[in-house]
């Protein structure tokens, strides 16, 4: 294990840039950039302070459900890609919290 830091960035699916889902941007600027990888969750159900609850399961509450974009590399690649998520990311929630991270490769022998 190694210490690294893992970057969360809580945005609503409905959440656009540059013509495309702000999700789908920050995972393509993600690779473009070299880090480790990257992995976006939807979710069921959630809120923000400025907006109502939004719900899977309530047909009317189904808009812009919250979506969850997951990074974990080194501190200084996290470091050199928060300024394209300050620019890209206008409404949402930014975490950065150290972690320590192993990566399994594939047909690796533990």
């Known amino acids: ?6 970057l969360r960035i809580l945005i609503g699916e ?24 990257a992995t976006v969750f939807k979710g069921f159900m959630g809120y923000a302070p400025h907006a109502d609850i939004a719900s899977a399961g309530i047909p009317r509450l189904a808009e812009n459900l919250p979506v969850v974009v997951d990074l974990v590399d ?24 150290e972690v320590l991270a192993e990566q399994v490769l594939p047909g690796e022998e533990r």
């Open 74 to 97: 080194e501190a200084e690649k996290i470091e050199a890609f928060l300024p394209f998520v300050r620019r890209a990311v206008r409404e949402g929630l930014v975490v950065c919290s």
């Open 1 to 6: 294990m190694r210490p690294a830091v893992r």
């Open 14 to 37: 409905d959440e656009r840039y540059r013509g495309r889902p702000l999700f789908e941007a920050l995972v393509l600027a993600a690779r473009e950039r070299g880090l480790a990888g």
